[in-house]
């Protein structure tokens, strides 16, 4: 890689040195290399805010799908039709209040949960799939799964799908990675598995204990056709802001299916966005 650097000097204004007093030109001397060392410093940070804006975004991450493995963000669809699925890791208080809640408006959701949280919550589990929830992977320890090998990933799938589909009689076929962190690893990984890398395109932020009014607001504002919704079955407000969202969602003709019929049958390929596309 070749190399370059950075003079910046030839970006700063030349400013002159009055002629003066020894003390005076020192005086002015120390005023001008503070004001210009300021400069410099303001130039940099802004240099580097604009570099990690650029390699950060995700159009930057997926930009080529031959150098980058991305889960599903989202799917192509020319139906209003959208998911809406809850992260279950650690606490349980909310869960049979959401069953019920969605009971009430014949939806289906998708529960990506732990499998420490399954074997801790073996009932909750069980009402989730007897009303008719999927119940997905969100890995069996929920460690941080970039850090992990292969086989320690696989390992930790495996055990997650084991425990759910002793409580429900079916095993998860797709995964939501803890934290959202993933790389090229740890979806080539879990596909070599049999099971789909799922993110989501519309996040409720529900875990910050945002107010109903702000959680609804941020998911109406930005589901389209085909979004997958992510909130949290233990965040605070969630059950008091669900039936407002599904309500809207409904009236304006959405259908929202569990996120293992949102995806996409057959042959597929997934943009720089995440969106699955149907392949051509």
């Known amino acids: 890689m070749r190399k370059f650097t950075l003079n910046m000097g030839k970006f700063l204004p030349k400013l002159p040195i ?3 007093s020894a003390p005076q030109q020192r005086r002015r001397f120390r005023t001008l290399i503070i ?3 300021w400069i410099v410093a ?3 940070v802004v240099s580097a805010l604009l570099i990690y804006a650029l390699f950060s975004s995700p159009a930057v991450v997926g930009a080529s799908a ?3 493995k991305l889960p599903v963000y989202c799917v192509q669809s020319e139906e209003k039709r959208a998911s809406l699925t ?11 209040m959401l069953i ?3 009971g009430k408006y014949n ?5 990506f949960v732990v499998g420490d949280w399954a074997e801790k919550y073996p009932e909750s589990v069980k009402a989730l799939s007897d009303a008719g929830h999927e ?5 069996n320890k929920h460690k941080h799964m970039t850090q992990l090998s292969k086989e320690d990933i696989i390992s930790d799938l495996q055990a997650c799908n084991k425990k759910v589909s002793e409580i429900t009689g079916v095993s998860p076929t797709l995964f939501r990675a803890p934290y959202g962190e993933y790389d090229d690893k740890v979806v080539a990984t879990a596909e070599s598995i049999g099971m789909t890398t799922v993110q989501w395109d519309v996040d409720s932020l529900d875990w910050k204990e945002l107010s109903a009014t702000e959680i609804t607001f941020r998911v109406l504002e930005r589901v389209k056709p085909g979004s997958i919704v992510l909130f949290h079955n233990a965040a605070k407000h969630t059950p008091e802001a669900l039936p407002g969202i599904i309500e809207k969602l409904q009236a304006d003709g959405y259908t929202l299916v569990p996120a293992s019929e949102l995806l996409l049958d057959g042959e597929y390929t997934i943009d720089h966005e995440g969106r699955q596309i149907p392949a051509q």
């Not at 809850?86 to 049979?96: C, K, L, P, R, V």
């Not at 939806?107 to 529960?111: L, M, S």
């Not at 119940?135 to 890995?139: D, I, L, R, T, Y």
């Open 18 to 20: 009055k002629r003066g």
């Open 42 to 44: 303001g130039v940099l």
């Open 35 to 37: 004001g210009r060392t």
């Open 66 to 68: 031959t150098t980058r």
């Open 107 to 111: 939806v289906k959701a998708t529960f």
């Open 86 to 96: 809850f992260d279950a890791a650690w606490g349980n208080e909310d869960t049979q």
């Open 100 to 102: 019920d809640i969605l």
């Open 135 to 139: 119940v997905m992977n969100h890995s």
